[in-house]
């Protein structure tokens, strides 16, 4: 069975630093993708960043960066230059097994990054 | 482009009223949709999801049940609520359930409390 593992419930990083939010996980098949979620307290969930088995290339969008591990199965968020406005709760995801159905993503039970000035 | 909308943003009901949320996407035809709860301070639990019109499919047994009477909206429903039924709702969507490179996009969610 598929299993996201986030082992930091909480981390704190002071602004303009940069962080490193860890995520491992399990998996049997040979394609999957990782996702990277931000969840503000005002709740919604927002996609941030994706990783597919086969790139190459560590994903990167803007300040967020994947440091993607395949042979140790983590990966990990980079946030270069944390700013107050990334206190949030970062959740890592998986995508469904091939063989599973209509299923959806695995969710890991989230990282809580607080930033201060 | 595509949006979600979800409502109501808050809600307080006593136990064992009933209980409808809504969601709707825009911009995208036959999209796949989900609704998960969220409790205090813990990770997601996905509740149903449709891959079309009356498809819906549950992955937890509950006081829940969900319905989808068109394509782009997705309602969740309960006809008696429990006090344990109290967290944070979010409906989502994409359009390759069974694809590794397709994110789920969410609404800004339903706090409900049930009291």
């Known amino acids: 069975a598929q299993k996201i593992t986030q082992t930091q419930p909480g981390m704190f990083v002071q602004e303009k630093e940069a962080v490193t939010l860890d995520c491992t996980y399990d998996t049997s098949d040979p394609s999957y993708g990782l996702f990277w979620y931000k969840q503000p307290s005002s709740g919604e969930m927002i996609f941030l960043i994706y990783q597919g088995s086969y790139d190459q290339q560590n994903a990167t969008e803007g300040r967020y960066s994947l440091n993607f591990q395949k042979a140790r199965k983590s990966a990990n968020l980079v946030i270069s230059a944390s700013q107050l406005g990334d206190s949030a709760m970062y959740f890592c995801?998986?995508?469904?097994?091939?063989?599973?159905?209509?299923?959806?993503?695995?969710f890991g039970k989230g990282t809580m990054l607080l930033v201060s000035p | 482009s595509q949006t979600i909308h979800q409502w109501p943003a808050t809600l307080v009901q006593p136990v064992g009223s009933p209980l409808s949320l809504e969601c709707t996407v825009e911009?995208?035809?036959?999209?796949?949709l989900y609704w998960y709860r969220q409790a205090a301070g813990r990770g997601l639990q996905l509740l149903f999801y449709s891959v079309g019109i009356g498809q819906i499919s549950s992955e937890v047994p509950q006081n829940l049940s969900a319905s989808r009477p068109q394509d782009r909206q997705f309602i969740l429903s309960s006809k008696k609520l429990l006090l344990s039924d109290s967290g944070f709702y979010l409906c989502a969507w994409n359009k390759e359930a069974r694809s590794y490179n397709s994110p789920l996009h969410f609404g800004n969610g339903t706090r409900l409390t049930v009291t």
């Open positions: 911009g995208t035809s036959n999209p796949n």
């Open positions: 995801a998986m995508s469904p097994p091939m063989n599973s159905g209509y299923s959806t993503l695995t």
